[in-house]
């Protein structure tokens, strides 16, 4: 019996982008350290500015090839997949292509924009799909533990 998608809520993905930024920070923070010293954490920056090329890697190029790399690969970064969480084709409800998750991470910016609305949106839209998602075409299902698993499990053995 084919039951129908579960959509991802906007708490659910909220806290999965919290994971995923407090592991990104704790990933990239020793690495900043080591290349700029301690005062990078205590300088104010102004928007906009990097306080040098290894800085623009890691907090403007690792994000983006990271989110691209998870999201094509295993459905979803590693905070979405511990809150079971799959990012997906909106038609097909299958892996999202190259150009899907390209496009998605800078939509980003089109619904961060406006006071973080197209975030919200989440909350509104019937299939829980930000503004980021209907533009890139994508939809965030809720996989019960179950057949999150079985997802993984299908993914690690498409790895062999």
């Given amino acids: 019996m084919n039951r129908p998608p579960q959509y991802a809520g906007f708490l659910r993905r909220l806290?999965?982008?919290?994971?995923?930024?407090?592991?990104?920070?704790?990933?990239?923070?020793?690495?900043?350290?080591?290349?700029?010293?301690g005062d990078y954490f205590s300088e104010p920056q102004?928007?906009?500015?990097?306080?040098?090329?290894?800085?623009?890697?890691?907090?403007?190029i690792l994000p983006l090839l990271a989110a691209v790399f998870f999201w094509t690969r295993y459905r979803g970064t590693p905070g979405k997949r511990l809150l079971n969480c799959l990012v997906v084709d909106a038609n097909t409800l299958q892996a999202i292509s190259l150009r899907q998750a390209v496009l998605r991470y800078f939509a980003y910016i089109v619904s961060i924009l406006p006071l973080g609305l197209g975030f919200l949106w989440i909350i509104w839209h019937k299939r829980k799909q930000g503004w980021h998602d209907?533009?890139?075409?994508?939809?965030?299902?809720?996989?019960?533990?179950?057949?999150?698993?079985?997802?993984?499990?299908?993914?690690?053995?498409?790895?062999?």
């Fill in 46 to 60: 102004q928007a906009f500015s990097f306080y040098g090329t290894g800085d623009f890697l890691l907090n403007q």
């Fill in 15 to 37: 806290a999965a982008t919290l994971l995923d930024s407090i592991l990104l920070m704790a990933l990239t923070s020793p690495l900043l350290y080591l290349l700029y010293g």
């Fill in 134 to 160: 209907l533009i890139a075409h994508t939809v965030v299902l809720y996989a019960p533990k179950d057949e999150a698993d079985k997802s993984m499990r299908e993914l690690l053995d498409e790895m062999k």
